[in-house]
């Protein structure tokens, strides 16, 4: 045999002496054995070949396991990947939870790692970067520990301070106590009418000698607290800087620090607020979606500083359009939500259309470029679903199939 047509006929031949029907699948498998056997190349069995290579570790092992010669065989094994979707979204969270979150540096290393799993996010899977991962995440867990550790210790200091000079104080007021009491009992035992001038002359230096000695440990104690007390203020000034800067990196850690809009988990705890509300009054409102179009072609083209300048200027755009009793955020990537308060659906629609036409006749300008961008939006509607999961999963669909739909679209329930 030295040509395809000969192995195609012995193939035939193969599958009849091992009683095995010529199926499509059994015709493919047998085939390519054959040629690998007499070196004969060709492309379906090179190519099948060549897209096993590509696989991740975990399915190789699968492959070899179970025996996997056809690309039909594959098909089980892919369909066990999670969606593009889903991953985007787990690169987001992933994202989220290596960032520090009290210490708020973000170092070169990782502002690096961050853009190459937003990028691609399928990257995730491979097991470097699962290393990475788990280097950054101790990274996180230390900083955060210094922080912790650094402010705390003003507190410790402070607490430590009055400790001592409270302990001073009491000591010193009593052996002042005991000073007078024996002078007290010393008095009481003198007969005064009888008392020899010695014995008064006595207890008058007595008591001089107790007045001294109560009044350098006062003092004494004195000055320890006044002292105290300027440490003391000092620290309850420091305390006061570092309960600002708290507050400060509580707030922080609420923005995303791109677009200076809500990150993800903020919009998370304001999702419950609308919740409790709803169950509460029944007022309703909208999940709404936004994703611009194509945006990984713009960081390609023009790349990733043009990225985030598009994203600022429609962060912006946004939070100027949007009411102070709504909520808008950053989902992650290029992905924006946000939660509408509305009377009716018109009034809704008219909310998203306006930011649309703004999109539309703006041109995004990074140095001497002038970006042209659109967004796809998907709105879903709270009343109209049994839950909030419910709700953003609808909303979540409408994103996708406003995508599919040639982009530039927003679709509504």
């Known amino acids: 045999m030295t040509n395809t047509k000969d192995v195609a006929q012995q193939v035939l031949i193969n599958l009849e002496k091992k009683t095995i029907e010529p199926t499509p699948k ?103 970067i699962q290393q990475e991962m788990e280097s950054f995440i101790a990274k996180r867990f230390e900083a955060d520990r210094k922080i912790v550790h650094q402010k705390t210790s003003d507190i410790a200091k402070l607490i430590t301070l009055m400790s001592k000079h409270l302990n001073d104080a009491i000591t010193s007021s009593d052996n002042g106590a005991r000073n007078v009491s024996h002078i007290k009992t010393s008095i009481e035992q003198i007969d005064i009418t009888n008392a020899e001038h010695s014995k008064l002359i006595d207890l008058q230096n007595k008591l001089v000698n107790a007045a001294k000695t109560i009044e350098s440990e006062m003092s004494q104690a004195t000055q320890n607290l006044s002292h105290g007390k300027t440490q003391v203020d000092n620290l309850k000034e420091k305390i006061k800087h570092l309960e600002l800067e708290l507050a400060i990196t509580k707030q922080k850690s609420k923005i995303d620090n791109l677009t200076k809009l809500l990150n993800r988990g903020s919009f998370d705890d304001e999702c419950e607020r609308f919740e409790k509300q709803y169950a509460r009054e029944k007022k309703n409102y909208a999940i709404v979606f936004f994703d611009l179009d194509h945006f990984k072609e713009v960081n390609d083209t023009y790349g990733h500083e043009a990225g985030d300048a598009i994203l600022r200027t429609f962060a912006v755009i946004l939070k100027k359009e949007t009411r102070d009793i709504d909520i808008v955020a950053r989902y992650g990537g290029e992905e924006f939500v946000a939660l509408i308060n509305f009377k009716t659906k018109p009034d809704l629609n008219a909310y998203v259309t306006r930011i649309q036409k703004i999109v539309r006749g703006s041109k995004f300008k990074y140095k001497e470029e002038k970006i042209k961008a659109t967004f796809s939006a998907g709105i879903s509607i709270r009343s109209n679903h049994h839950s909030f999961a419910d709700t953003i999963n609808s909303a979540d669909k409408l994103l996708y199939n406003a995508k599919n739909n040639g982009r530039d679209t927003i679709m509504s329930e």
């Open 26 to 128: 059994e015709y493919s498998k047998e085939f390519c054995k054959l040629a690998t056997s007499i070196n004969l190349t060709t492309n379906e069995c090179l190519q099948f070949k060549e897209f096993i290579t590509k696989l991740n570790t975990h399915e190789k092992q699968e492959i070899s396991k179970l025996n996997v010669e056809t690309a039909d065989d594959l098909i089980p094994i892919l369909l066990k990947r999670v969606s593009t979707r889903n991953i985007s979204n787990l690169a987001n969270l992933l994202k989220d939870s290596l960032l520090p979150s009290i210490s708020i540096e973000l170092d070169e290393n990782l502002a690096r790692f961050c853009i190459k799993i937003g990028d691609s996010p399928s990257l995730i899977f491979e097991d470097d």
